[in-house]
């Protein structure tokens, strides 16, 4: 579904990423780890070209992403859940869900609010539709994010730290409906330092750090058995 190919990005001289190649299929889900400022959301604003590759190619479906068609080919492909939830504050958790369908995607109101109300209940939301997200708790926020982003109906989720801006208390509450999001065909992209979740939902992780990919493969081998004396170092600091 997106492939990178020698993917290099740089901020003025500071290098980020350097020559990343990565595959990820339809329906898979992939979770990256890696030390924070290693080039994580760097790396997943890239699979929706929020972030430009200064040198590479990034592929949706074999289709080359450029300047040119790059805003139809994302906006056909992957929507994305964001560290702050960034939801409009002036509207109800129903009217967030629902806008990109009635302003982009042309759903008659009423089909988009129906729909909308099935998706906040996926996320077990629907009783705070009319709600304001300044009355809502940061984890029922995030699941309305979350909700807006199937709203999009796209094949691909992009997470970047989902869970990284709410108190430890609402955390569990987000994760468990990324568990059962992953239970779907969608394909799912999470940068976390939730190791529970990873080890639960992931088909594989890739662990960033030092602008590439040092290491990737099956969470339980990954979390068992790190190859990567960086990834060791890493896990072992996280995890105790
Ligand atoms: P992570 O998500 O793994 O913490 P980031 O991808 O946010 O890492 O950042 C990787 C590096 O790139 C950091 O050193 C950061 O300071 C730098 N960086 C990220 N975004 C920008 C930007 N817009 N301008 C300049 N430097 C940036
Ligand atoms: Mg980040």
Redesign the pocket.
């Known amino acids: 579904m997106i492939e990178m190919k020698h993917i290099s990005k740089s901020?003025?001289k500071?290098e980020?990423l350097h020559d990343i190649n990565l595959t990820i299929q339809e329906g898979e889900k992939v979770v990256i780890l890696?030390?924070?400022?290693?080039?994580?959301?760097?790396?997943i604003r890239m699979m929706n070209y929020l972030e430009e590759p200064s040198s590479g190619e990034v592929l949706i479906n074999e289709v080359p992403l450029t300047k040119k068609n790059h805003l139809q080919m994302v906006r056909d492909t992957s929507a994305m859940v964001f560290q702050q939830f960034n939801l409009y504050p002036h509207m109800t958790a129903l009217q967030n869900v629902t806008l990109a369908p009635i302003k982009l995607q042309m759903i008659p109101k009423d089909a988009a609010e129906k729909e909308g109300m099935r998706y906040l209940k996926r996320v077990g939301m629907e009783s705070k539709a009319n709600e304001y997200p300044q009355n809502l708790s940061g984890g029922q926020q995030q699941r309305v994010a979350i909700a807006r982003a199937l709203a999009m109906n796209k094949p691909m989720i992009l997470f970047?730290e989902p869970t990284s801006a709410l108190d430890p208390e609402m955390v569990q509450e987000v994760l468990d409906v990324m568990v059962s999001l992953s239970k779907e065909n969608i394909t799912m992209v999470c940068?976390t330092h939730e190791m529970g979740f990873a080890r639960q939902m992931a088909d594989r992780v890739m662990f960033?750090a030092d602008g590439t990919i040092l290491e990737e493969g099956n969470p339980d081998e990954f979390f068992d058995h790190p190859k990567n004396p960086r990834a060791q170092a890493f896990l072992s600091k996280i995890l105790h």
């Open positions: 901020y003025g500071n980020v890696g030390p924070s400022g290693a080039g994580k959301s760097t790396l970047d940068v960033v």
